[in-house]
């Protein structure tokens, strides 16, 4: 039972327009979701969180929402660059639950193209 | 900071045998993760100490198993190897303060042959 989905294991953007990647989630019991990015043979960087109880948190360019009706999550990258290209992973997590259990989504590839 | 640290970087391994890998923290971190990244499966979690203590686990079979020593560093060992269990596995360290992300290491990358 895939909890987190990323239903898009691809996207293409062109070098300054946005980059918009897709996070869905079934288990309503998530209340920390987190973006990260990961180049090949290296480990998940942290790019950005949002905690339940927000709707919004920015850092530098890259955006998240969180529509908790919906189990909906997005990240945004604007302006998107070429170093941006990697694998972007969703996770989620209970943390009112105890311990540090990341649910990760099954990523998707995002290509910057100039 | 130093980050993440995790050896070794590559280890190819028989069918049968045994692996240790290492995962030193974050200084400060009380938390250690550790994840399983194949192509098939994704990011898998495998299990989380604090203290020393297990308070998080994965569905993976007993065959897959850890440990936390006093100074937070973390050993993950797999016994009796299968050619499944080839990836890579990751170690992350969180100060486990609320809503504070996991850092991840660069990963041992394990090939059993």
């Known amino acids: 039972d895939q909890q987190v989905k990323q239903n898009s294991p691809s996207l293409s953007v062109q070098e300054g327009r946005i980059s918009i990647l897709n996070c869905d989630y079934t288990n309503s019991m998530f209340d920390y979701f987190l973006w990260y990015k990961k180049y090949p043979a290296e480990g998940p960087t942290f790019l950005i969180s949002i905690s339940s109880i927000k709707d919004k948190n920015e850092d530098g360019r890259f955006t998240v929402f969180l529509n908790k009706s919906a189990k909906h999550l997005s990240l945004h990258i604007v302006p998107s660059q070429p170093g941006d290209s990697a694998v972007y992973f969703c996770?989620?997590?209970?943390?009112?639950?105890?311990?540090?259990?990341?649910?990760f989504g099954t990523g998707t590839q995002l290509k910057v193209e100039l | 900071k130093a980050g993440v640290t995790q050896t070794p970087r590559y280890l190819i391994k028989t069918r049968g045998q045994q692996v240790t890998l290492s995962c030193s923290p974050i200084s400060g971190h009380r938390s250690v993760s550790w994840y399983q990244q194949t192509p098939g499966q994704g990011l898998q979690f495998l299990f989380e100490?604090?203290?020393?203590?297990?308070?998080n686990k994965g569905n993976f079979p007993g065959r897959f198993s850890g440990r936390q020593f006093s100074n937070s560093r973390s050993e993950m060992n797999v016994s009796t190897l299968e050619l499944g269990d080839s990836a890579l596995y990751l170690c992350?360290?969180?100060?486990?303060?609320?809503?504070?992300?996991?850092?991840f290491g660069n990963g041992t990358r394990l090939t059993v042959t």
């Open positions: 100490y604090f203290s020393e203590t297990q308070r």
């Open positions: 996770a989620a997590m209970r943390v009112t639950g105890g311990g540090n259990k990341l649910t």
């Open positions: 992350a360290s969180s100060p486990d303060s609320f809503n504070s992300p996991l850092h």
